[in-house]
T-cell receptor, first 115, second 113 residues
């Protein structure tokens, strides 16, 4: 079974530039998550999709971050414009369903450095 | 509101000795609890999870955790540490009621030869 795929693996941009990350979840997984993990901290949930609908985006900085999952499969996360404090690893995860006990499967992450 | 607290940011043990990583949670409803491990430059991997069945949960690589409702704890243990266990460990709480997911800040486990 193929795992969660993310690209790119690394990205370096200057502040105020835009950047986009892509995630392909495990086939058949209805729920997709984007997390931000700042160095030395635990992952923070940014947004959670159930199929192509948003379940929770309460911690997404909506003035600069956006995410979509148009066909209920792949997802993109965009930052526009980036700030220095956005430097972090962006993790994508997926699970079969939305129920609280579901196991999440994580991708390798995209490491973003904003200069 | 729910929360999860990992009591130690760093834990060092000698190879072959027991491991204890502590996690306390706060939740008004029945939680699901997880432990994930993150090796350097690798993705997060599930070690084990508790979802209201047996309170003693066995996971991969010899790890286990016990859900203690009276103490609101879900500590991770392993009888004998191995060098390959050196990694960052995250305790995660998820409410079945509204599916909020919260990660602890992590505990970095160091294994001394």
């Amino acid at each position: 079974e193929a795992g969660v795929a993310q690209s790119p693996r690394y990205k370096i941009i200057e502040k105020r530039q835009s950047v986009a990350f892509w995630c392909n979840p495990i086939s058949g997984h209805a729920t997709l998550y984007w997390y931000q993990q700042i160095l030395g901290q635990g992952p923070k949930l940014l947004i959670q999709f159930q199929n192509n609908g948003v379940v929770d985006d309460s911690q997404l900085p909506k003035d600069r971050f956006s995410a979509e999952r148009l066909k209920g499969v792949d997802s993109t996360l965009k930052i526009q414009p980036a700030k220095l404090e956005d430097s972090a690893v962006y993790l994508c995860a997926s699970s079969w369903d939305i129920a609280g006990g579901e196991t999440q499967y994580f991708g390798p992450g995209t490491r973003l450095l904003v200069l | 509101a729910q929360s999860v607290t990992q009591l130690d940011s760093h834990v060092s043990v000698s190879e072959g000795t027991p491991v204890l990583l502590r996690c306390n949670y706060s939740s008004s409803y029945s939680p699901s609890l997880f432990w994930y491990v993150q090796h350097p430059n690798k993705g997060l991997q599930l070690l084990l999870k508790y979802t209201s069945a047996a309170t003693l949960v066995k996971g991969i690589n010899g790890f286990e955790a016990e859900f203690k409702k009276s103490e609101t704890s879900f500590h991770l243990t392993k009888p004998s540490a191995h060098m390959s266990d050196a990694a960052e460990y995250f305790c995660v709480v998820s409410l079945n009621r509204d599916d909020k997911i919260i990660f602890g800040k992590g505990t970095r486990l160091h294994i001394l030869p």
